[in-house]
């Protein structure tokens, strides 16, 4: 089963900018960047298809953009102006619409002054 690895993440004043990455050991087909805040549920942040189409959640459009490889097998969230509130857990895996594969164990982004 494909194993995910998620990186990137760190401490950002607001304003600023990060690039996280997801790299799967295995061909991936549409895939997605989730978020879990500290005592919120999990939620969708975008989604990527196969052929690069990408869609957001209202909350990041405009600040954030998922891209990928495929010849690496690893998907990207470029997030810019980034905020407190974004301040999360963030994941890859597949879309909502697809089975879940493992997840993996996220990278740490923390917004803060």
């Known amino acids: 089963q494909v194993q995910l690895v998620e990186s990137g993440g760190g401490l950002v004043r607001p304003g600023g900018s990060l690039r996280l990455s997801c790299a799967a050991s295995g061909s991936i087909s549409a895939m997605a960047w989730y978020r879990q805040a500290p005592g919120k549920q999990r939620e969708l942040v975008g989604t990527?298809?196969?052929?690069?189409?990408?869609t957001y959640a209202d909350s990041v459009k405009g600040r954030f953009t998922i891209s990928r490889d495929n010849g690496k097998n690893t998907v990207y969230l470029q997030m810019n102006s980034l905020k407190p509130e974004d301040t999360a857990v963030y994941y890859c895996n597949n879309p909502p619409y697809l089975r879940r594969l493992p997840w993996g164990q996220g990278t740490q982004v923390t917004v803060s002054s």
């Open positions: 990527i298809a196969n052929g690069g189409t990408s």
